[in-house]
């Protein structure tokens, strides 16, 4: 059974903070995406990372993806209130369907 | 377009009801796919069609049945529900991108069984 640890699991911090939230695996990933959810809505696809090693950047989020391809990153500098949510992380890991395994999810909370 | 759109956006319904979920994407993508979330719990799949074949199903009670008119269309019938089926029902779509998937979801449809 394939896993992908997610951590933390809830995050509250103070607007102009910097966080970071990790998912971990012992499975090579072929690619892994990351997700923001309000509350009732689906998942908007923030980023898809493929190479090991590769960094992405969205603003102030930061996408990082292992060498080994089985664990990334977000690094989210001077937080804002915006940014609260729950953050998902999905792991490809080559099925012909393109299925995802989810981590369990980071509920940020950005207070102003 | 590049959305996944799903109706309705919330439903409730009694234990005897019958209702339908209805999910459309126009991005040509041929796979889709049934999640159910629980509050403050990550996606659990469901079901895959791929190429309009159910490809998977996950031990999904059978009160839950999709299915998949064509390409664009993905619909989840839904029968004989029990409480504990409430949840956010979401609808997604995936593209294969430089030999990786990208999956995209609709807003979801939130059902309350009562």
């Known amino acids: 059974t394939q896993l992908l640890e997610q951590s933390p699991q809830f995050l509250s911090i103070q607007e102009g903070e910097n966080l970071t939230v990790y998912c971990n695996s012992s499975s090579v990933f072929s690619s892994l995406q990351w997700y923001r959810q309000e509350p009732g809505e689906g998942p908007v696809l923030l980023v898809t990372?493929?190479?090991?090693?590769e960094v992405k950047k969205l603003k102030r989020l930061t996408f990082q993806f292992g060498d080994a391809r089985k664990d990334s990153s977000l690094h989210i500098t001077a937080a804002q209130p915006g940014d609260t949510g729950l953050y998902l992380c999905?792991?490809?890991?080559?099925?012909?369907?393109?299925?995802?395994?989810f981590g369990k999810g980071t509920k940020l909370s950005v207070k102003p | 377009d590049t959305e996944v759109t799903q109706t309705p956006k919330h439903l409730v319904m009694g234990m005897t009801n019958k209702k339908s979920l209805k999910c459309e994407q126009h991005?040509?993508?041929?796979?889709m796919y049934w999640y159910k979330q629980k509050a403050k719990k990550p996606p659990e799949l469901m079901f895959v069609y791929s190429y309009e074949k159910l490809s998977i199903n996950e031990s999904v009670p059978s009160r839950f049945s999709p299915e998949c008119p064509n390409s664009s269309l993905l619909n989840l019938h839904l029968h004989a529900l029990q409480p504990e089926d409430s949840a956010l029902y979401l609808c997604?779509?995936?593209?294969?991108?430089?030999?990786?998937?990208?999956?995209?979801f609709g807003p979801g449809t939130r059902l309350t069984v009562l």
């Open positions: 991005m040509g993508h041929r796979a």
């Open positions: 999905a792991g490809n890991y080559g099925g012909s369907q393109g299925n995802l395994i």
């Open positions: 997604a779509s995936s593209q294969v991108v430089s030999n990786h998937y990208e999956q995209f």
């Open positions: 990372v493929v190479t090991g090693g």
